[in-house]
């Protein structure tokens, strides 16, 4: 068990330098040196751990896919409590969540969209012809995506609660 913890305890350390290092200078300015110097490791303890810096966005990435699902899952009220809950949890880390985006925006967006698939396709089920099905479930998650994105990234001071109401007007459901 002491292990698991030491393992886990060094991936934090390198994703922490990892965000870091982005939001100080940028995804492109970044070396394995600079990586390993924050997180304050050797070169082999970073590749036991991953293959490349691109290995570590990654790994970012399915963590907070992972977390934002099980939060996105807990609540289990209407469609509002649901995106105010997923809101609050982006508030927690929002600088992480900035740094991921601006870094993998294009591969953040299909694992994300392919997580959340199952909540998408129950929208308008019975209305919808099984040729229409896919296109709608990308509608209907590529827009509340790019909200939330833009939520994230803006400099704004945007009521979320605002932004809750629009994605619930959008996807038209009681949230079930």
Known sequence: MARDRRLRKTEDAIQNAFIKLILDNGYESIKIGDLIEEADINKSTFYLHYNSILGVS??????????????????????????????????????????????????LFKKAESSFKPFFERFREETDDKEMKPYRVSFYFGAT?????????????????????????????TGK
């Open 58 to 107: 990654y790994a970012i990435e399915d963590r907070l896919i992972s977390e934002a699902l099980e939060t996105w899952n807990l609540c289990k009220g209407s469609l509002e409590e649901r995106l105010d809950s997923f809101f609050t949890f982006l508030l927690k880390d929002k600088k992480k969540y900035q740094a991921v985006i601006a870094v993998s925006d294009g591969h």
């Open 145 to 173: 995506y790019s909200v939330i994105r833009k939520w994230l990234v803006s400099s704004s001071r945007t009521d979320r609660k605002k932004l809750i109401k629009l994605l619930c007007e959008l996807l038209k459901t």
